[in-house]
Structures are given as C-alpha cells and as structure tokens.
C-alpha cells in the first residue's frame, strides 16, 4: 500500500470522515471464459450504460477516490473499457486490473494506463487450462510479457483449491524463473456468497490449505522473489478459515462498485443489500449510507494485508522472527514448464 494511501486513511480514521479512496469497480459481469469454479461470468441484466458509469466514476471521484480496481467478469471484454480507463486516468486515479490475460494483446493501448495487471493463473498449463479452456494459460502468459514489455507491473494471481494444491510449488518455480510475482489466497465456495451455487468440491479442507500456505511461507523465507504475498496474508492464511477479527477498512477508505451500480462496503460480503445504488442515489448519498461492518473470514491477499496496514498491526506486517526454512527441493516436474520470453 502506498504511504500516500496510508496518510489519506489515518486521516479518513482520525476525521471519521469516510472517503471511497480506493474503489473496486466490477465494470461488468460478462467473460471471455468460463472458469470452472467461477460464477461470475455473465453480464447482469441491468449492467451501467456508459453515462451512468462516467457518472458514477465521477462522482466518486470528486469523495477522494484515487485508485480503482478494475475487476469482473473480464473487464478488457466491456464495450467501453477503453474510455473508462482515460477518464481515470485523465483525472490521476491509479489503475489496477484483474484480468484473465487473454485480450492484453488486443488491447495493449488501455492496458498502458494500468498501474498493474494482476493476470489469474491456476498453475502449470494442464492443470490451468483444465479449468479455463485449452489455450487459456498460453494466452494468460501472452498477456504478461506483453503487458511486461508495455512498460506495466504484472502480478500473478493464483486460487489456492483441489484444483491445483500438488502444483504450487511448480508455480513458484516458474514464476521465479522467469520473474513474475505472484499472490496466492484460498478458494471460496461462491464469489456471490447467494447459496446458489455449491463450489465446495474446489475448496480444500483447512488442514490442506494450512499446509500449502505454510509451504509458501517456507519458500519465501528461503529467498522466493516470486511470492508477493505480505507477510501479514501469509501468516493470516495459515488459520484460514478459522473465524479472525482484523480491522476492517471497507467502507472507510474501500468500497465495492458493481456492474449495475450497487455500491458496498465490501464485495466479499453480503451481497443481497441493494439499497446503495450510485445510479439511483448519486455517489455522495450511496456512499454515505453504507454500513461498515467487518468480519471474520477476510480473504482476499491484498485486503487482508491493506486491512492490516488500516489497524496499525504492524507486528502482523513483519518476517517471522524464528521459523525454520530449508531451502526448496528442486522439482523434477517443474523441468516441463515451458519457458516463455
Ligand atoms: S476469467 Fe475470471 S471472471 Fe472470467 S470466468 Fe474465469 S474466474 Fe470468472
Ligand atoms: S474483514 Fe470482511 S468486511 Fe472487512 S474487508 Fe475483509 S472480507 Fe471485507
């Protein structure tokens, strides 16, 4: 987190004045692909027009928000990606984007605005394409050297479930090899949390999930520069899912901005309040209206780590003083990854 944003966020604390400083936009619900343990690729019914969505952007912007998250679906596939990303940019907001990686090629222009592209990547190539589509992790890394060679910071973003837990270490062998970074965090049984879908069957007993993470944190005490997970995501993955109060910034300093205009404190939980809408109420009055209410499952890598950084629990943020980390053995089956440029 930039100190600017920290500043910004002890004021927001000291004031009591809440402000969307950083806000995740999901510019719409629609998708290039069809992840297997995704449920958030179709477009809602009711999605922004283009006026409604520079309006809202602007309004929120004129709060203090100065860095957005551009999410989905696949933001890259929205008809106006291209002019939502200048008017951010023309106005000095930093841009983040979580992206598939498949249309970085096509649309290299926009993606030149990005203060980072965060690509998803499950793992080695089988095992990712198994749940994106044959192809998908050729163009996923396509995606990252061009997006590289643009000049942008490219970060990795992988789901820790069923799907890939016996390949991780493969992964961190890849990515240091060819210098990407990469965050890791659980896989959640729906993104929607609407008990409509059951994603279970990808989410790994705790157990499981401890030990991967504590894998990981042994490999980035033995020197990993790939693992761009704070200390703090590390140690707080290894209770996951036990319930943890942290402090929780959403609704201070973050909120979450769906397709269609529903503004909440934060997108990770309930979703069933429709009650904020930018569209229906204005940016100042949605976002006035918010409850801030934590809670106990926090999940995102990032968040957790912001959220952290929000209390002032720097001791969370710092190395562990006294684990012990042996070196990684080298993995045989890392040798067939292929290697890009
Ligand atoms: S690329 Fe992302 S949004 Fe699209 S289907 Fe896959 S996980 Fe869902
Ligand atoms: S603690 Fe809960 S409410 Fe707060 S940011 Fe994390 S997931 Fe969202």
Redesign the pocket.
Same mark, same amino acid.
């Given at each position: 987190m930039a100190l600017s944003s920290i500043a910004r966020g002890a004021a927001a604390r000291i004031g009591l004045k809440p402000a969307p400083i950083s806000v995740g936009f999901e510019i719409t %619900?629609l998708?290039?692909?069809?992840?297997r343990?995704? #449920?958030? %690729?179709t477009p809602g019914p009711h999605e922004m027009t283009r006026e409604q969505i520079l309006d809202a952007l602007g309004g929120l912007h004129a709060l203090g928000m100065r860095h957005v998250s551009l #999410? +989905? +679906?696949?933001p890259l596939a929205h008809r106006h990606i291209d002019e939502v990303a200048a008017f951010l940019a023309q106005r000095g907001v930093r841009i983040y984007m979580?992206?598939?990686g =498949?249309l970085v090629p096509r649309k290299v222009a926009t993606v030149r605005l990005l203060s980072k592209v965060k690509i998803?990547l499950d793992g080695p190539p089988a095992c990712h394409d198994a749940?994106?589509g044959e192809g998908?992790w050729q163009k996923a890394i396509n995606g990252a050297i061009v997006a590289r060679h643009a000049g942008v910071g490219v970060e990795l973003t992988c =789901?820790v479930g069923q799907h890939n837990e016996s390949h991780i270490e493969e992964l961190v062998e890849f990515a240091d090899t060819h210098r990407f970074r990469i965050v890791f965090q659980p896989a959640r049984n729906s993104?929607f949390l609407d008990n409509t879908r059951d994603g279970s069957g990808f989410q790994l007993e705790a157990a499981e999930l401890r030990r991967v993470f504590a894998r990981l944190r042994e490999l980035k005490l033995a020197g990993s520069p790939s693992i761009a997970n704070g200390w703090a995501s590390l140690r707080h993955f290894l209770d996951f899912p036990q319930d943890v109060s942290l402090p929780c910034a959403a609704g201070w300093i973050n909120a979450t901005l769906d397709p269609e205009g529903n503004l909440f404190h934060c997108g990770q939980v309930d979703r069933n309040d429709l009650t904020h809408n930018v569209v229906r109420l204005g940016a100042r009055r949605a976002f006035e209206g918010l409850v801030r209410k934590g809670c106990t499952q926090c999940w995102c890598a990032r968040v957790v780590e912001e959220n952290y950084a929000w209390g002032g629990r720097f001791h969370r943020m710092l190395p562990p003083r006294s684990v012990h980390a042996p070196p990684a053995p080298p993995s045989p089956s890392s040798r067939r990854l292929p290697v890009v440029a």
């Open positions: %619900h998708c290039n692909l069809e992840c343990y995704c #449920d958030r %690729h #999410d +989905g +679906g696949e979580n992206t598939n =498949v998803s749940m994106r998908s =789901v993104l």
